[in-house]
T-cell receptor, first 116, second 112 residues
Framework: DTGVSQNPRHKITKRGQNVTFRCDPISEHNRLYWYRQTLGQGPEFLTYFQNEAQLEKSRLLSDRFSAERPKGSFSTLEIQRTEQGDSAMYLC??????????????FGPGTRLTVL | DQQVKQNSPSLSVQEGRISILNCDYTNSMFDYFLWYKKYPAEGPTFLISISSIKDKNEDGRFTVFLNKSAKHLSLHIVPSQPGDSAVYFCAAHRLNTDKLIFGTGTRLQVFP
C-alpha cells in the first residue's frame, strides 16, 4: 500500500497523559500536513512541513502540541497533558508540494483519540 | 469565523437522479476549491477541484460549478449511485499558503 499511513488508528488515554501519533507520507512527497477533525466539523488545519522544516502553525496548535519531521520523511504529533477537548480524529496528509500554490493533498485514515 | 460553509448537513437522493451539494465561502483569497468524499473510519478522498479562474470543471459523473460573484460553488453528481453515499466536504485553498479550509460537510444518502 503506497498511500499515507497513520499509527495507531485508535488511542484511548486518560486525561493528563501524553500521547504520540505517527504519520508516514507517500514516498517522495515533500509536504506533510496535520489536521484535526472533531464531531460534526470538517478537518481543521494544524500545521505543515516542507521536508523537515515546519512552515506554518495554526493557533489551534497550543503549546501542549508539538509536531516534528526530523528527517523529512515520517512525522510525529505529540500532545502533552491531554485534555478531554483533545478528543478528535487527527488526520495526516501529504503532497508533492512546491511553493505557495495549490498541491493536491492525499489523506491518511486518521488516528482517533479519546481522552477519558 | 467560518470561511467555508455547507449549510445542508444532509441530503437524500434516489438512485439515478441528480445530487447537488452546495458550498459558500467568504474569503476572496482562495485560489482553488475542492471536494472531498469521506467514508466512516477513512480519511477524506479527493474528488474534484476547480481553479478560481474557471467556472466549471467536469470529471465523469462529477461536475463542479463556481460562481465567484456569489461566492458559491456546487457539486453535481449525475446519475447518483448508492456507492456515492458518504460525507462530502467542500474545501478551499488559500493563496500564498498551502493549507485547506474545510466546510462542515454534507452527508449524502443515495437510496435505491
Amino acid at each position: 500500500d503506497t498511500g499515507v499511513s497513520q499509527n495507531p488508528r485508535h488511542k484511548i488515554t486518560k486525561r493528563g497523559q501524553n500521547v504520540t501519533f505517527r504519520c508516514d507520507p507517500i514516498s517522495e512527497h515533500n509536504r506533510l500536513y496535520w489536521y484535526r477533525q472533531t464531531l460534526g466539523q470538517g478537518p481543521e488545519f494544524l500545521t505543515y512541513f516542507q521536508n523537515e522544516a515546519q512552515l506554518e502553525k495554526s493557533r489551534l496548535l497550543s503549546d501542549r502540541f508539538s509536531a516534528e519531521r526530523p528527517k523529512g520523511s515520517f512525522s510525529t504529533l505529540e500532545i502533552q497533558r491531554t485534555e478531554q477537548g483533545d478528543s478528535a480524529m487527527y488526520l495526516c496528509a501529504s503532497s508533492v508540494g512546491q511553493g505557495r500554490v495549490y498541491n493536491e493533498q492525499f489523506f491518511g485514515p486518521g488516528t482517533r483519540l479519546t481522552v477519558l | 469565523d467560518q470561511q467555508v460553509k455547507q449549510n445542508s448537513p444532509s441530503l437524500s437522493v434516489q438512485e439515478g437522479r441528480i445530487s447537488i451539494l452546495n458550498c459558500d465561502y467568504t474569503n476572496s483569497m482562495f485560489d482553488y476549491f475542492l471536494w472531498y468524499k469521506k467514508y466512516p473510519a477513512e480519511g477524506p478522498t479527493f474528488l474534484i477541484s476547480i481553479s478560481s479562474i474557471k467556472d466549471k470543471n467536469e470529471d465523469g459523473r462529477f461536475t463542479v460549478f463556481l460562481n465567484k460573484s456569489a461566492k458559491h460553488l456546487s457539486l453535481h453528481i449525475v446519475p447518483s449511485q448508492p456507492g456515492d453515499s458518504a460525507v462530502y466536504f467542500c474545501a478551499a485553498h488559500r493563496l500564498n499558503t498551502d493549507k485547506l479550509i474545510f466546510g462542515t460537510g454534507t452527508r449524502l444518502q443515495v437510496f435505491p
